[in-house]
T-cell receptor, first 109, second 114 residues
Framework: GIQVEQSPPDLILQEGANSTLRCNFSDSVNNLQWFHQNPWGQLINLFY???GTKQNGRLSATTVATERYSLLYISSSQTTDSGVYFCAVANQAGTALIFGKGTTLSVSS | SAVISQKPSRDICQRGTSLTIQCQVDSQVTMMFWYRQQPGQSLTLIATANQGSEATYESGFVIDKFPISRPNLTFSTLTVSNMSPEDSSIYLC???????????FGPGTRLTVL
């Protein structure tokens, strides 16, 4: 099945710093989503981005489907950005999501 | 996006018992999914639940352990049967509301088995 790899596994930042999270996937996809899991376990939808570039406030994402990777950019990080960021994909044959292992982000003030 | 609720939000159960988790959506959806997140781990798909048909289980998950019901287009239940401490996890349901494969998740049910 399709493999999803996220890097780095852990990231520690000072408030105000910028960061880039990466997601590599092993096959063609018809869905790619980025989620933020908050400390209470809730999964927050950040981006639905099977291809192209999107921006939402301080966050933006780019997926290069032909090269099988996606990037999540966080600018001017805040302590509330802390948590786990997951990349998830669905391959061409399916609709269920396959998750990467996540990047744990800690932002300190 | 869909408003998705789950009950209970958390529970502590004794080994050998069963717990049924409910997932309610505020609009009709064709596909619903159940995921498990073990402590410190990522999410793993348990099964896909479509209304009017049997759930489709992923490798490693069986109907006897995780029976699923999908009686209508807005509701589903997942039962965790004969629980052991290894079943302690967050269980989440998700839906594809618009049919374009973007999924939205419920708040999860945090289960602890003693």
């Amino acid at each position: 099945g399709i493999q999803v790899e996220q890097s780095p596994p852990d990231l520690i930042l000072q408030e105000g710093a910028n960061s880039t999270l990466r997601c590599n996937f092993s096959d063609s996809v018809n869905n790619l989503q980025w989620f933020h899991q908050n400390p209470w376990g809730q999964l927050i939808n950040l981006f639905y981005i099977p291809s192209g570039t999107k921006q939402n406030g301080r966050l933006s994402a780019t997926t290069v489907a032909t090269e099988r990777y996606s990037l999540l950019y966080i600018s001017s990080s805040q302590t509330t950005d802390s948590g786990v960021y997951f990349c998830a994909v669905a391959n061409q044959a399916g609709t269920a999501l396959i998750f990467g292992k996540g990047t744990t982000l800690s932002v300190s003030s | 996006s869909a408003v998705i609720s789950q009950k209970p939000s958390r529970d502590i159960c004794q080994r050998g018992t069963s717990l049924t988790i409910q997932c309610q959506v505020d609009s009709q959806v064709t596909m619903m999914f159940w995921y498990r997140q073990q402590p410190g781990q990522s999410l793993t798909l348990i099964a896909t639940a479509n209304q009017g048909s049997e759930a489709t289980y992923e490798s490693g998950f069986v109907i006897d352990k995780f029976p699923i019901s999908r009686p209508n287009l807005t509701f589903s239940t997942l039962t965790v049967s004969n629980m052991s401490p290894e079943d302690s996890s967050i269980y989440l349901c998700s839906v594809d509301q618009t049919g374009d494969n973007e999924q939205f998740f419920g708040p999860g049910t945090r289960l602890t088995v003693l």
